[in-house]
């Protein structure tokens, strides 16, 4: 008997140019059983219409992308430059994201940049705590995403589970964790013994795949097409006691950041993409040959 498959959801930049219903409707077809929202997709004046959307179509809400990611600026992401108006904005996006009920907010720590390492880390913990309080108030934890340290200067302080839970202790509230991106951390250093030490902290799962000559941050693909040993990692996922659900989430720049990839997955129809996502992960899932704790 093939192992018992856990919860699939589908982040939303994966179909990045579709509307927030086409994603409902298609990730509902491809056998989903949550979205990952992004709030890019929300449209103001009618969260309450596609509030009612979601609820219709049977899905439910796993991680919220906010459309102000991360307390420092990211060189790459439209946002303010300074870091008390961005921390403002990540508090806007948790009030205005709650209706959703998201299982947690995502949020990045943004790069060093021209600040110097200590005040760089200063506001990003300032940041978290003040984020934090503001999505305990809505009910749903933050998950701290630790990035590839091959795109740390653009993105990110944080590179391993080790640093990330670090910061998450200095930041000091029990309602901040940490997302887990297998793109990120699939080649970090001694991973399966990370994923063990701080298992316990996961409150999101991304899942996605490392191509061999990646080109660049925005050049993912589906889990199995890449090198990244993601049944290894699903199992020490499930080992450490992971049982929410895991989000494809792909980045395939078509020319909207600047790099028009001609294998780009976002050129792909949104339902034949989300279809394929699935199956490739039931696929590994299956390979991984664990079983989900309940």
Known sequence: MAPSAPPFAVCEFTTLHASFEDDLAVYRAAGATGIGICEIKLVEGREDEQLEALRASGLQAASAVPA????????????????????????????????????????????T??????????????????????????????????????????????TTLDEAAELCDEAGHEKIGILFDTWHLWNTPDLPGAIERHGHRIVGVHVNDWRQETRGWCDRVLPGDGIADLPAIFGALADAGWSGPYELEVFSDDGTF???????LWREGAGDLARRGHEAFRQLWERAGVEMRT
């Open 258 to 264: 600047g790099s028009a990839y001609p294998d780009s």
């Open 113 to 158: 940049g021209e600040l110097g390492s200590e005040e760089a880390r200063r506001l990003v913990v300032d940041g978290l705590r003040a984020v934090v309080d503001e999505a305990e108030r809505a009910g749903f934890p933050v998950g701290l995403e630790p990035m590839s340290a091959r795109f740390r200067e653009d993105w990110t302080i944080t």
């Open 68 to 111: 102000v990611p991360s307390v420092l600026p990211l060189p790459l992401f439209p946002g303010p430059d300074d870091p008390e108006e961005r921390i403002e904005a990540l508090c806007a996006s948790v009030r205005r994201l709650a209706p959703f009920e998201p299982s947690a907010l995502v949020c990045l720590t943004g790069p």
